[in-house]
């Protein structure tokens, strides 16, 4: 869809020489470019746990994505706002703005029914995580949801200001406001790239999980028989709804250390069943130490 649009967008800009509807060209091409980006981030994060990456491969989603982030700022942000005030400088009269029109009008449709898919996405995420939407696509371990939610977003106010800037342009007969909306749909593109760009380095360094997710995980514990005490807990992003967990217990009982080592060890493989869990690793805790 991006592609096709792309390309109708950028014969629409040939034909009527707008600086705002070139901008909307650029931001087609990255969104297109980046989806490329996304798929290898899916599948790449989804390769099994090996040898030399026993918590598995799930960061390298954000490795992915953190390229798509800068391919929008470069190729949608710092060209729409570099062409915007090239225009400025050395204005070109528009064209044929029927044509125009009717390819906004119909790329709106297009980048309305797939910003409708992913917000029926993050709806059904956020319910489950008890978020509201935005909060949730801002929070979510899953950036390619972030990504495609957050370009069709943008998708649809750049249209929208593309369309404001060429209707500028055909009423004053100047090329100042197209110019203008090209610079805004650019600004536009660069907060959306920053703030990617920023979630996904926050999780490739390292994040400690949602407070909500702690919360569960810790009852979850607490409720099993073999457990009396959690007195630590370290849950990490380790990929899209992936986490590591390390803890210290208190095992119900009083067996000899041989068994205690045994059980803990069982007590791992039972967490690590999980889908969500890419490890967990448990040690006993203190007397002294308090209980979470």
Request: charged share 20%.
């Amino acid at each position: 869809m991006n592609l096709l649009i792309a390309i109708a967008k950028t014969i629409a800009a040939a034909v009527t020489r707008s600086a705002s509807l070139t901008a909307e060209a650029a931001h087609s091409w990255a969104d297109a470019g980046n989806e490329i980006f996304l798929i290898v981030a899916n599948r790449r994060a989804a390769r099994p746990p090996d040898p030399a990456h026993p918590l598995g491969h799930g960061r390298e989603a954000y490795v992915w994505s953190l390229f798509a982030a800068v391919g929008l700022f470069v190729a949608g942000g710092a060209f729409s706002i570099t062409h915007g005030v090239g225009e400025l400088r050395d204005p070109t009269p528009a064209e044929d703005f029927l044509v125009g029109y009717v390819v906004l009008a119909v790329s709106f449709v297009l980048e309305a029914v797939s910003f409708l898919q992913s917000l029926r996405q993050a709806r059904a995420d956020a319910r489950l995580m008890q978020r509201d939407v935005i909060e949730h696509v801002l929070a979510t371990s899953d950036p390619t949801l972030r990504a495609v939610f957050a370009e069709d977003a943008a998708a649809l106010i750049g249209l929208v200001l593309a369309g404001a800037g060429l209707a500028a342009h055909q009423v004053t007969g100047s090329a100042v406001p197209d110019a203008i909306g090209s610079i805004l749909v650019g600004v536009l593109l660069v907060v959306v790239a920053v703030v990617l760009i920023n979630r996904n380095r926050r999780f490739l360094v390292g994040e400690e999980a949602d407070p909500r997710v702690r919360a569960a995980v810790l009852r979850s514990l607490l409720a099993m028989p073999e457990i009396d005490r959690v007195t630590y807990l370290r849950l990490e992003v380790v990929g899209p709804r992936m986490i590591s967990i390390v803890g210290d217990v208190d095992l119900a009982g009083d067996d000899a250390e041989s068994r205690i080592a045994v059980r803990l060890r069982a007590l791992e493989a039972k967490i690590s069943r999980s889908p969500a869990v890419a490890g967990a690793v448990f040690s006993l805790s203190a007397p002294d130490e308090p209980a979470l």
